[in-house]
């Protein structure tokens, strides 16, 4: 965990500054200087397993509701569990196997987002799923963002530790240290987890309450003023482990979007034709998705630029490291480098690059062309920065991998169409590569924090990644198809409502009925953001997302800055030693109330799957009226965070 930095480093913050690629940091759970089992049979095939296991899962829960579910936390917990049970075979794992497992099965979650975001999008324009372009799109992007990501690591996961927290990630780091350090961080991530999973199976499972409380009111002649939040466990545990500032920056973009524009544009006549009838927040949501949520897409394009040119110098190191190793001119030899500190060669990056580039162009399943295929790479590499950073604020949770892929549709219709492309599907698929790339960027970066918490080797888990992505890639296509003929993609069973805005958005922008105006909007809103100095991601992904992700959110925040507070009055310890502690303590709850929603995201999506449950709504809903469920759904928000902050401040000394 991170120290404080009044402590003096230990020996292992000392190791890691010999070299010119780190800075100083936490001390890893398994020190530079030893060697463990770590990229191992047992540990690929159980990863493996669990990779398409959960990319099912996900590729049906996304289709069916529109969100995906965080994999690693998940496959963290199912694999200790294994491993636990290995141990009576004289096989058990060590702590860097189970996480070698994490980062595969993650890697299927993260594809599975952006396949059934764009690629699904293909059946809205009255195409059939195509299994092998499936493959080889999923497996091109994929990689993309895991090359794209290695010469971003030092700068994002080492030199960023402090700023960029990556919730899930530090989350999996709690869990899997917790495991293998005894009884206290059981008890406390079992707390989480039990409080979540029930929650979310009385919410999600029997429909007893509603976790998304919301309203729209009036103020004299402006309408449609706009608040709520789907108050999941998982998103106020994230809340709390990115703290309050940032939460407050992501919330701080809601208010922008759902107290002000939105207002704006509904009394100034702007509502939708189909939602003219609509109540005042249904109204909301069409304003919201008709012209707001491009405002975002603007601004997220220009705070990707801005990212961009702030990684100049880490990019330009990158670059020349790789030109050095091409040329044979590097003298700096691995061994030299820390074992925590070893990524693949940026020869992989390059050559990989260069090889998918043109892979893109030449394979004619994929048949996006030069154009395409050039687009798709350069704003893969852009995305790949937006996401990386962007989930190390909000969380993979929150990742707006729909909103890079509106950008790139965008970007790539307009090009396109200036050279004569008229097929809608051609720019579909030249985001689906950048979309796929973004969301495995996200995921990618979450696990190697994980990593480097613990002390992996970064270079195992990359190889890692790359085997997860290929598994899933092959596998795709078959699920993707698979649910087509079984409910039909786009029906009331699986809506798949981002693939379609994707079909519809690529159509747009070839007949010329894009939004180019609100995209417009958010890139001069950005720039202000930048010459204000206020950090324009999060604030932008605030503007995007809808109000619902955004609150909860920041509500974990405030739990996190009552509770400090709270432990600094109640403690006379002048080293914040109780502070730090309630600090952790709080950290392994919250990590066990995302572990709970996810598994139960699962066990919900399985039901669906294997059919024995309702058709529609929840599986075994109860049938309580609406206002019933809106009452209980307050009253189990309450006990929620009465149990977490309780379990969080009681006997703080006791971690």
């Not at 990115?242 to 922008?256: M, N, S, T």
């Not at 997220?300 to 330009?316: D, E, L, P, W």
């Not at 061994?335 to 020869?347: A, E, G, H």
């Amino acid at each position: 965990m991170p120290q404080d930095p009044s402590e003096s480093p230990s020996t292992a913050d000392t190791n890691r500054t010999t070299n010119d690629h780190t800075r100083p940091g936490p001390a890893p759970t398994v020190p530079a200087g030893k060697n463990v089992a770590e990229l191992t049979v047992k540990a690929v095939l159980i990863g493996l397993a669990l990779n398409v296991l959960l990319l099912t899962a996900n590729m049906y829960l996304g289709m069916r509701s529109g969100l995906t579910i965080s994999a690693s936390i998940p496959a963290a917990v199912i694999s200790m569990g294994l491993f636990y049970a290995l141990r009576y075979a004289g096989i058990g794992g060590t702590i860097l196997e189970n996480n070698i497992v994490q980062t595969m099965t993650s890697a299927g979650e993260a594809l599975a987002a952006g396949v059934i975001f764009t690629i699904a999008g293909v059946t809205f324009l009255d195409q059939s799923i195509n299994i092998v372009e499936t493959a080889a799109v999923a497996a091109l992007g994929g990689l993309l963002g895991v090359l794209f990501m290695i010469p971003m690591r030092r700068y994002l996961i080492v030199d960023k530790h402090e700023q960029l927290p990556y919730p899930e990630g530090t989350a999996c780091a709690d869990v899997l240290e917790t495991g293998s350090e005894g009884d206290g961080g059981v008890k406390l991530i079992s707390l989480g987890f039990f409080v979540s999973f029930i929650y979310m199976w009385l919410a999600n499972g029997m429909a007893v309450m509603k976790t998304t409380l919301e309203t729209a009111f009036s103020a004299g002649q402006t309408r449609g003023f706009a608040i709520g939040g789907d108050f999941t466990p998982a998103l106020i545990g994230v809340g709390y482990i990115i703290g309050p500032r940032i939460a407050a920056y992501v919330f701080g973009g809601g208010l922008v979007a759902w107290m002000m524009l939105i207002p704006l544009l509904i009394t100034g006549g702007f509502v939708p034709d189909q939602a003219a009838n609509l109540t005042l927040m249904g109204q909301a949501h069409a304003v919201w998705d008709q012209y707001v949520r491009y405002i975002g897409a603007g601004a997220m394009i220009v705070g990707g630029f801005y990212a961009i040119i702030s990684m100049a110098g880490t990019i330009r190191d990158a670059l020349a490291s790789a030109a050095a190793e091409l040329s044979g001119s590097k003298s700096e030899t691995a061994t030299q480098i820390p074992r925590t500190q070893r990524d693949l060669s940026m020869k992989v990056v390059v050559l990989g690059a260069l090889a998918i580039t043109i892979a893109l162009v030449a394979i004619p399943q994929v048949e996006l062309g030069v154009l395409g295929g050039v687009i798709a790479v350069v704003a893969a590499f852009l995305f790949v920065a937006v996401s990386a950073y962007l989930v190390g604020v909000v969380g993979s949770s929150s990742n707006p991998v729909s909103g890079m892929a509106v950008a790139t549709v965008l970007i790539a219709a307009l090009a396109m169409k200036s050279t004569g492309v008229s097929d809608p599907v051609v720019v579909l698929l030249t985001a689906s590569v950048v979309a796929i790339a973004a969301a495995v960027a996200g995921d990618t970066s979450q696990d190697l924090k994980t990593g480097y918490l613990l002390g992996a080797t970064p270079r195992k888990q990359q190889i890692a990644q790359m085997v997860g992505i290929a598994i899933s890639s092959v596998f795709a296509g078959w699920v993707l198809s698979f649910f087509n003929q079984a409910y039909g993609i786009g029906s009331e069973t699986i809506p798949a409502p981002q693939a379609g805005m994707m079909a519809l958005i690529s159509e747009g922008v070839l007949t010329g009925s894009a939004q180019w105006g609100m995209i417009l909007i958010g890139a001069v809103f950005a720039i202000v953001l930048i010459m204000m100095d206020v950090p324009v991601l999060p604030f932008s992904v605030g503007i995007y997302l809808p109000i619902t992700l955004a609150t909860p959110i920041f509500l974990g925040g405030l739990l996190r800055a009552g509770v400090d507070r709270y432990v600094d009055w109640r403690s006379d310890d002048g080293d914040g030693a109780a502070k730090e502690r309630a600090t952790y303590r709080g950290r392994i709850i919250a990590a066990g109330l995302i572990t709970g929603e996810a598994i139960m995201g699962i066990v919900v999506g399985g039901i669906y799957v294997l059919g024995i449950g309702a058709d529609e709504g929840a599986p075994y809903a109860v049938g309580l009226a609406s206002g019933t469920q809106t009452l209980l759904g307050g009253v189990a928000l309450v006990a929620l965070v009465a149990v977490f902050v309780g379990g969080v401040i009681r006997d703080p000394q006791d971690t």
